[in-house]
C-alpha cells in the first residue's frame, strides 16, 4: 500500500499546481491594462515581448516590495487601486523601483512565434489578465491598442 501513496501524492501536488494556474480565470476578476513592449526576442525561450505599464506608477512609495489591487478606471483600463509597502489580503505582490511598478507575472508575455516584431511596432498594447481575489495574475491575451 505504501508503494501507491507517494505517486498518488505526487499526482495530487501536480493537479493542485496546475488548476491553481486556471482558478485565477474561474474566481477571479478581469482587467485590461495599457502596455508598452520593448526586447521582443529571446534566442532561448522564443519570442516575447516584456511589458511595463504607464498606468502604475503610484506616488509616495519606498523602493522595495509592494502589494497593490486593481480596479476599473473609467476608461475601462486597470488603475491602482489600493498600494502599500505592506501586504494585505488579494494584493498582488511587486516591486517598487524608480517609478516603476512591477510584478512577476506581468512583466513577460510569450507570443507565437513571428508576431514579436508587429507587437514592438504597435507600441501601445493592451493585456488582458485575470487576478485571482488571494493575488495570484494569469495574463489571458495580448493585443495591439487603437490609437
Do not use: C
Amino acid at each position: 500500500m505504501k508503494n501507491f501513496l507517494f505517486p498518488f501524492v505526487q499526482t495530487l501536488v501536480v493537479l493542485a499546481i496546475a488548476l491553481s494556474f486556471y482558478a485565477a480565470s474561474w474566481f477571479g476578476d478581469q482587467f485590461m491594462l495599457r502596455a508598452e513592449p520593448y526586447d521582443p526576442f529571446d534566442p532561448f525561450y522564443g519570442e516575447y515581448v516584456l511589458l511595463q505599464y504607464p498606468d502604475l506608477r503610484p506616488e509616495g512609495l519606498k523602493n522595495g516590495e509592494v502589494y497593490f489591487t486593481l480596479k476599473e478606471g473609467p476608461d475601462g483600463y486597470a488603475v491602482l487601486d489600493r498600494v502599500s509597502n505592506e501586504p494585505f489580503w488579494g494584493a498582488i505582490h511587486g516591486t517598487y523601483y524608480s517609478d516603476t511598478l512591477t510584478a512577476p507575472q506581468l512583466e513577460q508575455y510569450y507570443v507565437e512565434q513571428g508576431t514579436g516584431p508587429g507587437l514592438e511596432q504597435a507600441e501601445e498594447l493592451a493585456v488582458t489578465i485575470d487576478v485571482a481575489p488571494w493575488g495570484a495574475i494569469r495574463p489571458v491575451f495580448l493585443e495591439a491598442r487603437p490609437h
